[in-house]
């Protein structure tokens, strides 16, 4: 099959709006389009009002029966979601698929925004918003410029039998660190992989991040206990940065703001201001 992109799209009814993937999700709420959206997935965290729509399941792992039953009139996902036996069923079924493309950089973020606006037919929406969005990458540029040095940061996705899933280049990880000012100690490794002992130790990050709101709970004792960190700068100082999960690696409007946090968390000495106010940012994660 071949899915849709928005520019192929017919303005046709966007009434009933099933939304796949939460950057995709939180852009149509920026929108102002929140209450077209009738499905979400697991993914689709923010803003709370997503978080209470009828939940289709996982992005990768979607069932036709499943999002039919809602009744969409078009279903927006991001790049990636599937299987592509379910995305068959939906084609078959005429329901518009819009496929929104994945990227994890300023221009990715821009890029969707635009996306998901042609495809609702919001597309003066989605240059305000856009813009209000390119504003706030402006001004996060300027702070990373003027803070002092880099620190070695590592991403650990997960840990568990003793070894640790961390997010090396090509990854979301890495595109936030990137932004943040931030040097990945794992940049050697490529993907989302189990790092070896050695290797962390000697990678000597000053910091580990990890994500909150997940099935797994990773605190310091967890991570710090693990080989791979226990003899770094980063076990002797207990550093550890705990950041919600779809906010730091959703490279959704709200990306600058990640960046913004994660960039003062990893420099404890700058004085980073905030970023101007934003209706669309306003509420805090859950």
Same mark, same amino acid.
């Given at each position: 099959?071949?899915? @849709?992109?928005?520019? $192929?799209?017919?303005? &046709?009814?966007?009434?009933?709006?099933?939304?796949?993937?939460?950057?995709?999700?939180?852009?149509?709420?920026?929108?102002?389009? %929140?209450?077209?959206?009738?499905?979400?997935?697991?993914?689709?965290?923010?803003?709370?009002?997503?978080?209470?729509?009828?939940?289709? %399941?996982?992005?990768?792992?979607?069932?036709?029966?499943?999002?039919?039953?809602?009744?969409?009139?078009?279903? @927006?996902?991001?790049?990636?979601?599937?299987? !592509?036996?379910?995305?068959?069923?939906?084609?078959?079924?005429?329901?518009?698929?819009?496929?929104? +493309?994945?990227?994890?950089?300023?221009?990715?973020?821009?890029?969707?925004? #635009?996306?998901?606006?042609?495809?609702?037919?919001?597309?003066?929406?989605? !240059? #305000?918003?856009?813009? $209000?969005?390119? /504003?706030?990458?402006?001004?996060?540029?300027?702070?990373?410029?003027?803070?002092?040095? !880099?620190?070695?940061?590592?991403?650990?996705?997960?840990?568990?039998? %003793?070894?640790?899933?961390?997010?090396?280049?090509?990854?979301? /990880?890495?595109?936030?660190?990137?932004?943040? &000012?931030?040097?990945?100690?794992?940049?050697?490794?490529?993907?989302?992989? +189990?790092?070896?002992?050695? /290797?962390?130790?000697?990678?000597?990050?000053?910091?580990?991040?990890?994500?909150?709101?997940?099935?797994?709970?990773?605190?310091?004792?967890?991570?710090?206990? @693990?080989?791979?960190?226990?003899?770094?700068?980063? /076990?002797?100082?207990?550093?550890?940065?705990?950041?919600?999960?779809?906010?730091?690696?959703?490279?959704?409007?709200?990306?600058?703001?990640?960046?913004?946090?994660?960039?003062?968390?990893?420099?404890?000495?700058?004085?980073?201001?905030?970023?101007?106010? !934003?209706?669309?940012?306003?509420?805090?994660?859950?």
């Amino acid at each position: 099959m071949s899915e @849709l992109c928005a520019a $192929e799209v017919q303005k &046709g009814d966007t009434s009933r709006i099933v939304a796949i993937g939460g950057a995709v999700t939180e852009i149509l709420f920026a929108l102002g389009l %929140g209450d077209r959206v009738v499905a979400v997935d697991q993914t689709s965290r923010y803003p709370a009002a997503a978080s209470r729509k009828p939940d289709v %399941g996982y992005s990768r792992a979607l069932s036709p029966e499943g999002v039919l039953s809602i009744g969409p009139s078009l279903i @927006l996902a991001a790049e990636g979601a599937g299987p !592509r036996s379910t995305l068959d069923v939906l084609e078959q079924a005429s329901v518009p698929v819009v496929l929104i +493309p994945e990227a994890h950089d300023k221009a990715g973020v821009l890029a969707k925004i #635009a996306a998901v606006a042609q495809a609702v037919g919001e597309e003066e929406k989605g !240059r #305000a918003l856009a813009a $209000e969005v390119a /504003a706030d990458f402006s001004a996060l540029d300027e702070m990373v410029k003027a803070l002092p040095g !880099r620190p070695r940061a590592v991403f650990v996705l997960s840990a568990s039998g %003793g070894a640790a899933v961390v997010g090396g280049s090509g990854t979301s /990880a890495d595109a936030i660190f990137r932004l943040a &000012g931030v040097t990945n100690a794992m940049a050697a490794i490529k993907g989302f992989k +189990p790092a070896l002992d050695e /290797a962390a130790m000697s990678a000597e990050p000053d910091a580990v991040v990890v994500m909150k709101g997940g099935g797994q709970v990773l605190d310091a004792d967890t991570v710090f206990s @693990l080989p791979a960190f226990a003899g770094t700068p980063a /076990a002797r100082e207990r550093r550890l940065v705990t950041m919600p999960g779809s906010f730091l690696l959703g490279f959704g409007p709200r990306t600058p703001r990640a960046a913004r946090d994660l960039a003062a968390a990893l420099h404890p000495g700058a004085r980073l201001p905030e970023l101007p106010p !934003r209706q669309w940012a306003a509420e805090k994660d859950q």
